[in-house]
């Protein structure tokens, strides 16, 4: 059984279903409340003892994250980062009980260039969204940390600046090429616990 966090209404949502034939499920959360995150986990919980793998990719970026410093509303940020940092540390709070109990335990943060001190595309701007990705990278440095005696794997992806409503017309990368190359990568990966963390979608390492 896969299960799905669907974070908006999607008109898609009903025919996927049907399509799965019992196979997924899907449960709308907000990340960024915890009561709503621990619901979510709840009903997870009701429906299965383990989880073998949870991937932590909600994200959003606002138009105001274009401005420059001098237009930037720091105090208007603080939706994206509580969705894009902490949303990530609030669901693995809430199923790790579950994560423990799974066989493959993998968890797996959706990171992006924008987190990378390194190589960041440059930017001059989207302050609320680089640091919302440093501080998920940061937190999933944390949690192997952590959770490493257990024997749970954690793995950060840069999905690549994908064709989406969040990335745009413009963007180069397929979605589906993309979390297709983040399946194969993180099962090649779970095995090898000393390897590295941070990778691009497309099994290259991505610099801190």
């Not at 990705?133 to 005696?149: C, M, T």
């Amino acid at each position: 059984m896969v299960f799905g966090v669907d974070v908006v209404q999607h008109p898609e949502t009903d025919s996927l279903l049907e399509e799965a034939n019992g196979q997924f499920d899907f449960f709308r959360a907000d990340v960024s409340d915890s009561a709503s995150v621990q619901h979510m986990a709840e009903y997870v919980g009701a429906k299965t003892e383990a989880l073998d793998i949870l991937v932590n990719c909600a994200g959003i970026i606002q138009p105001e994250s274009e401005y420059l410093l001098e237009d930037f509303d720091i105090d208007g940020s603080m939706k994206l980062f509580n969705v894009n940092a902490l949303g990530p540390l609030r669901v693995t709070k809430a199923c790790i009980g579950l994560l423990r109990k799974g066989q493959d335990k993998l968890l797996v943060n959706i990171s992006s260039e924008a987190g990378s001190m390194t190589s960041h595309a440059d930017y001059i701007n989207r302050y609320d969204y680089c640091m919302s990705k440093a501080a998920l990278n940061i937190q999933s440095v944390i949690l192997q940390r952590y959770l490493k005696p257990e024997g749970i794997r954690v793995l950060l992806f840069n999905p690549g600046w994908m064709h989406t409503p969040m990335g745009g017309p413009e963007a180069p990368v397929d979605p589906a090429v993309s979390a297709r190359g983040i399946a194969d990568l993180a099962e090649s990966l779970r095995t090898r616990p000393d390897s590295y963390m941070y990778w691009n979608y497309n099994g290259m390492e991505r610099p801190w």
